[in-house]
Structures are given as structure tokens and as C-alpha cells.
């Protein structure tokens, strides 16, 4: 079967840095994949370029059997393609629910259906008890909550995250990972950066390492790090 996500070659460059360099990557329908390399690896523009937020230098990105190669963000999202910001920037002045409705959702007819699927989604997320209060009073890590919650109104095929855990307590990282996977289960289809290695060992069915922009192994999470070049990009040992 065709890959849902496949990207071949995608190349981005800041002036004379290659931070991605010839970048290929395929993802299965209803595959979770873990992204992972040291910090300034290219993880973050990759989904930027993928996505269309960053001007590609060169590659393709097919997804669902569509060539998006060049298509702006908003497409990209409405086609099935969502993902998340390793940055969140909720609007503050707006309440957890009215951030939820300021989604663009094509789909949805008017404002009781995209209501509808608010509800879903805040109940979904559990943060219903607080959908009224502003998303400036909202801890860190129920910003990210929201982030994803703003995704989910797109009821998007595949979703990239980007450290959807970095600096959320223990307590929420378990149940965004538990909704995670039960989004997963439903049919989602995954690809997470994420530096906490036991979330990608649990969460991710294989892994690609990126390193200097160029990615350096692929494979299952035991293999992967059992290899040498990725221990010494990466791990450090
Ligand atoms: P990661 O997410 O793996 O930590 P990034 O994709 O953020 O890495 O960064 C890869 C490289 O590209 C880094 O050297 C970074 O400084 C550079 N970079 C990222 N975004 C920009 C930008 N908008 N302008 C210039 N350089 C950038
Ligand atoms: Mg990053």
C-alpha cells in the first residue's frame, strides 16, 4: 500500500545552512513515527517545510496521494495534514472554547456543528471544566492541551507534534499520551518529535534519527539505538 506521508528529498536552507538536507521519509496509514536527533538536527523545520510554514529548496511531500509540494499551511491542514508547534501561541484574550472555535473548519457547517465538535473535543481533552476561562490563565502544559485541541476541530488524518510533552508535568504527559493513543487505535496516523525516549518507546512503532539535517537511521526503537552513530549524534555515549 502507498504511504499516507511521503516526503523524498526536501531540502531547506537559511542562507548557507542546509537544515534539511535531501530529507526522505515515509509514514504507513495508522502508523505512529518518532523523530528524534540533538537539538538544531533540522526536526522542527522539517514539519515547517512539510507543511508549508518554510519555502522548500528542493524535494516533494506527497500525502494521501496528493503532491503538496508548495501548497500554503491552511491547504495542507484542510487536506488531512495537521500539526502542532513545538512554540504555542493559544490567543489569550479568548477562552478555551472560543480558541477552539476560531479554527477554520470547512468542513463544519456553521456555528452548532463546529460547537458540536468543540464539546467533543474539550470533553475528548478533558478540559471542559475550564472552557470558559481565558487561555492566558492556562498552565503550560494545558497550553498544550489546547494546542492539540485546535488541531483536533480539522479531525485531521495525520497529525505532526512537535515535543507535545516539553515542559508538561508528569501527571498531564501521561494523559496526552493516553489520548494519544487512543486517537492512534481510531485510525490516526503519527509523527512526533519528542527528546523523552521512553514516550517514543512506548508511543512510536519505528524511529527515524535526524543528525545535521540529514537523517541517519531508521528503524525500530531497540535498533535504532542500539546503533553507533546514532549513540555518538545523539546519546552522547
Ligand atoms: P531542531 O528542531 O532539530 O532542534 P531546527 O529545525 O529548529 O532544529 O533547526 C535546525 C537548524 O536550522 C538550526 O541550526 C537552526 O538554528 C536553523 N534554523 C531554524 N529555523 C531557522 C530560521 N527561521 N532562520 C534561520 N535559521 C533557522
Ligand atoms: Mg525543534
Redesign the pocket.
Known amino acids: 500500500m502507498a504511504p499516507l506521508l511521503d516526503v523524498d528529498g526536501l531540502t531547506k536552507r537559511?542562507g548557507a545552512?542546509v537544515?534539511n538536507d535531501g530529507v526522505s521519509l515515509s509514514v504507513a496509514d495508522g502508523e505512529v513515527r518518532g523523530i528524534i536527533?540533538p537539538?538544531?538536527?533540522?526536526?522542527?523545520?522539517f514539519f515547517n517545510t512539510l507543511t508549508g510554514f518554510y519555502r522548500s529548496d528542493g524535494g516533494t511531500v506527497t500525502f494521501d496521494g496528493t503532491d503538496i509540494s508548495g501548497w500554503k499551511p491552511y491547504r495542507i491542514a484542510q487536506q488531512g495534514l495537521a500539526r502542532t508547534f513545538q512554540i504555542v501561541s493559544p490567543f489569550e484574550d479568548l477562552t478555551v472554547r472560543e480558541n477552539l472555535l476560531a479554527v477554520h473548519t470547512p468542513g463544519l457547517r456553521v456555528t452548532k456543528e463546529k460547537g458540536k465538535r468543540a464539546d467533543e473535543v474539550l470533553e475528548f481533552l478533558e478540559i471542559d471544566h475550564i472552557a470558559d476561562n481565558e487561555a492566558s490563565e492556562m498552565s503550560g502544559g494545558q497550553q498544550k492541551l489546547l494546542e492539540l485541541a485546535r488541531v483536533l476541530m480539522l479531525d485531521p488524518k495525520c497529525i505532526l507534534l512537535d515535543e507535545p510533552t516539553a515542559g508538561v508535568n508528569p501527571a498531564l504527559q501521561d494523559r496526552i499520551l493516553d489520548r494519544l493513543e487512543e486517537m492512534n487505535e481510531r485510525g490516526t496516523t503519527f509523527v512526533i518529535v519528542e527528546h523523552d525516549m521512553s514516550l517514543i518507546q512506548r508511543f512510536a512503532d519505528s524511529v527515524t534519527v535526524?543528525d545535521q539535517g540529514q537523517v541517519i537511521a531508521e528503524g525500530d526503537f531497540d535498533e535504532v539505538t542500539r546503533e553507533t552513530r546514532v549513540r555518538e549524534a545523539y546519546l552522547g555515549t
Open positions: 537559511f545552512l537544515a536527533g537539538n538544531g538536527s533540522g526536526k522542527s523545520t535526524f
